[in-house]
């Protein structure tokens, strides 16, 4: 870092934030109603202020300014003057400083002390916030190693949070554990090539503070929902403290054939609502910024449910979300983004869902950007609600109907066949139209908000107690349901009853057409005890929990990765279209698809809602070129709580049929054969696959 005396020069208006050029730094930030805008520089330690430089330049609503000799490490913050006029939608206060929108990295954490709230007060807060560090760019792309690109067909996801899934893993060194570099080590590489993983999913990652109230129950925010700095990665998950930990980490997941996305939260920022504090965009220029009530610029458009909401309208609100866009996939080198409370993104001044929001537009048209994999959280806590199914194209979607669809078919809930037929069979009702098909929808039956796979089975209602909300927070419809005892049992048949249930649902997920998405911690039962909102439970409640390996009734990762290395070797459940129902011309009676009953009846339109009826079997037939004989599978579920006998189809060319799946184990060698027409039993909560039997 440079001594006094700083002079600055103009600089350039872009890039906007804190950018080394191998000479100095340039220093731009958007505020279209501030007066003047100070660059303040701090030593190395955060502590002691050094200066304030007022920016010399502005073009538009840019300021801007030129530090020769200034280099990566520079520890730095921002203040903005202008009114403070609450009633107009202004927070200006110089008392305040201010982390810069585009910084990179961050320096300290908050300390709640009254100084850094929005009250118009002279208490300077330049103790209690968090600094920006300039840091120096990454090597690019083309000098790293290349995507793997793996189509959407072939895609198997995995979400899992950074510090979670590695906090506790003894195979992993201690000084790594928790870390995003932990990401990068062989053991969990090859635990998730054995899975069927393609592409891990990564919980907000970007820069996050603990909410006020979670700080005086002496809890944290975990999840990492409450963003401030959408570029700054967040400081804990580094072990070197070096974003360049991040890019490596990608790199040598690339080289494993490994995809990596993370989930961006761009709908709202940490500083909540009127009362909350000023730490940056607030400060800077509130009124463009945030949406702010009609007739009541004072108060918050909170359609987010955390305080506020940024305005997806505003041309500086969409700089911002894509130069964070582009620092992740150009720079970092990740492969796409789920974006959390899509609908946000997307919605017109009066609330309306917009497929052609300026967000969309905007990736669209950046060749950099639009040919990764985005997907849409496609709800919102808001009035307005979801627009599952309404997303542009290239854009996917996570599919709640096929979560709840699936949940309640499984806990063996009445009239549940259709939906549950539906949804396996890629979700037409949903993505049907304007030339989508069902890779347009992720399917899931667990993820981080919510029952685990193994709470989904051992719980009939949450239990969030240690959340110090009385059980107040948290859905009140899971779908779950605990065979009879509510959590930890010591009854061998309920868990064995619970277990099978777990793998009959990831083969469900394994089998069905769309994209499907593990949660982490589901191949070896994880459990929260019932925690279906653990977002402030930094604890074990919520890390993987890796002394499951190789218990019998708790690790599935011998089911799960014969399920996806099923997928992979069959070609229907990853076909990418919709089942027509129809059969080809040649096979005049050899439909795509036949629904049975498991008396062997095919299931009559009229019944598929009887409320009587539970058990469901599905023949799916692919034909390939002349020569090849068709694919065919056929899968039986009985969410019931009794044995099922289910009749054997007898299609054309199949005397045989050969058991390749059971929700009760994993012993292909041991697969039984039956004859076409046969009768074959499928226990309660249980799953069974058939292929056509072949005498060698």
Same mark, same amino acid.
Request: hydrophobic fraction near 35%; aromatic fraction near 8%.
């Given at each position: 870092m440079i001594g006094p005396p700083?002079?600055?020069?103009?600089?350039?208006?872009?890039?906007?934030?804190?950018?080394?050029?191998? !000479?100095?730094?340039?220093?731009?930030?958007?505020?279209?109603? @501030?007066? !003047?805008?100070?660059?303040?520089?701090?030593?190395?330690?955060g502590e002691h202020e050094l200066a304030r430089l007022v920016l010399p330049a502005r073009d538009g609503d840019i300021w801007h300014g030129y530090l020769e000799g200034a280099s990566p490490g520079c520890v730095y913050g921002l203040r903005a003057f202008g009114p403070y006029a609450p009633h107009e939608g202004h927070r200006f206060n110089p008392h305040k400083l201010l982390i810069d929108p585009h910084a990179r990295a961050l320096l300290g954490h908050v300390t709640w002390n009254a100084a850094v709230f929005a009250c118009a007060n002279d208490q300077d807060s330049a103790a209690f916030v968090p600094k920006c560090i300039v840091v120096a760019s990454l090597p690019?792309?083309?000098?790293?190693?290349?995507?793997?690109?793996?189509?959407?067909?072939?895609?198997?996801?995995?979400?899992?949070?950074?510090?979670?899934?590695?906090? %506790?893993?003894?195979?992993?060194?201690?000084?790594? !554990?928790?870390?995003? @570099?932990?990401?990068?080590?062989?053991?969990?590489?090859?635990? /998730?090539? @054995? #899975?069927?993983?393609?592409?891990?999913?990564?919980?907000?990652?970007?820069?996050?503070?603990?909410?006020?109230?979670l700080v005086r129950h002496g809890l944290s925010d975990y999840w990492g929902y409450n963003p401030i700095a959408p570029l700054a990665i967040h400081a804990p998950y580094l072990s070197s403290g070096q974003a360049r930990e991040m890019a490596d980490t990608v790199d040598r997941l690339h080289e494993a054939e490994i995809e990596v996305i993370v989930d961006i939260v761009l709908n709202h920022t940490a500083e909540g609502g009127a009362d909350g504090p000023t730490l940056s965009l607030r400060g800077l220029d509130n009124a463009t910024y945030y949406q702010l009530q009609t007739g009541n610029a004072q108060e918050y458009v909170d359609d987010s449910g955390c305080g506020n909401t940024l305005d997806p309208n505003e041309p500086a609100v969409i700089a911002l979300f894509h130069a964070a866009l582009r620092y992740w996939a150009c720079e970092i080198g990740v492969d796409g983004f789920r974006f959390d409370l899509a609908t946000l993104l997307s919605r017109t001044e009066t609330g309306s869902f917009d497929a052609d929001a300026p967000l969309w537009r905007t990736i669209a048209a950046d060749p950099d950007l639009r040919d990764l994999k985005l997907i849409a959280e496609p709800w919102d806590p808001s009035r307005h609600g979801s627009a599952l199914g309404a997303f542009p194209a290239p854009v996917r979607e996570w599919n709640g109907r096929y979560r709840d669809d699936v949940r309640r078919f499984w806990r063996g809930d009445a009239s549940t066949r259709g939906g549950m037929a539906t949804r396996l069979a890629g979700s037409s009702d949903i993505f049907g139209h304007g030339g989508r098909t069902p890779s347009f929808g992720i399917n899931f039956i667990t993820c981080h908000d919510g029952f685990t796979l193994a709470d989904l089975t051992a719980y @009939?209602?949450?239990?969030?107690?240690?959340?110090?909300?009385?059980?107040?927070? *948290?859905?009140?419809?899971?779908?779950?349901?605990?065979?009879?005892?509510?959590?930890?049992?010591?009854?061998?048949?309920?868990?064995? +009853?619970?277990?099978?249930? +777990?793998?009959?649902?990831?083969?469900?997920?394994?089998?069905?057409?769309?994209?499907?998405?593990?949660?982490?911690?589901?191949? #070896? %039962? +994880?459990?929260?005890?019932?925690?279906?909102?653990?977002?402030?439970?930094?604890?074990?409640? %919520?890390?993987?929990? /890796?002394?499951?390996?190789?218990?019998?009734?708790?690790? #599935?990762?011998?089911?799960?990765?014969?399920?996806?290395?099923?997928?992979?070797?069959?070609? %229907?459940?990853?076909?990418?279209?919709?089942?027509?129902?129809?059969?080809?011309?040649?096979?005049?009676?050899?439909?795509?698809?036949? /629904?049975?009953?498991?008396? *062997?009846?095919?299931?009559?339109s009229t019944r598929w809602d009887d409320a009587g009826k539970l058990g469901l079997g599905a023949l799916m037939t692919l034909h390939g070129p002349a020569a090849w004989d068709p694919e065919r599978l056929f899968l039986a579920f009985n969410p019931t709580d009794a044995i099922l006998s289910f009749r054997l189809p007898a299609p054309d060319g199949v005397q045989s049929w050969c058991t390749v799946l059971d929700a009760d184990s994993v012993q292909q060698e041991s697969a039984s054969v039956h004859l076409a027409g046969a009768d074959v039993c499928v226990p309660s909560g249980g799953l069974l696959v058939w292929v056509p039997h072949r005498l060698p």
């Open positions: 700083f002079t600055l020069t103009t600089g350039e208006a872009q890039p906007l934030g804190a950018h080394w050029d191998g !000479r100095g730094v340039n220093m731009a930030v958007f505020s279209r109603h @501030a007066t !003047r805008v100070e660059w303040c520089l701090f030593d190395e330690t690019p792309l083309s000098q790293r190693p290349p995507r793997p690109g793996t189509p959407w067909r072939d895609t198997v996801l995995y979400e899992l949070h950074v510090k979670g899934y590695s906090h %506790s893993h003894p195979d992993i060194p201690e000084s790594l !554990r928790g870390t995003v @570099a932990a990401l990068g080590e062989h053991c969990l590489i090859d635990h /998730w090539k @054995a #899975l069927g993983v393609t592409t891990i999913e990564l919980m907000p990652m970007a820069s996050f503070l603990d909410e006020t109230d @009939a209602t949450k239990h969030n107690e240690a959340n110090a909300y009385g059980n107040r927070d *948290g859905t009140d419809c899971d779908w779950s349901a605990n065979g009879g005892e509510e959590g930890d049992t010591d009854h061998r048949d309920l868990l064995v +009853r619970r277990r099978r249930l +777990r793998c009959a649902m990831l083969a469900t997920l394994a089998l069905s057409r769309g994209v499907p998405m593990l949660l982490a911690g589901d191949e #070896l %039962s +994880r459990t929260q005890r019932g925690n279906n909102n653990a977002f402030c439970q930094d604890n074990a409640l %919520s890390w993987v929990d /890796w002394t499951a390996r190789d218990d019998p009734l708790r690790d #599935l990762r011998a089911f799960v990765t014969q399920a996806f290395a099923w997928r992979r070797q069959w070609r %229907s459940p990853r076909m990418d279209a919709f089942f027509s129902g129809t059969a080809p011309s040649a096979h005049p009676d050899d439909k795509d698809i036949r /629904w049975f009953e498991p008396s *062997g009846t095919e299931v009559e």
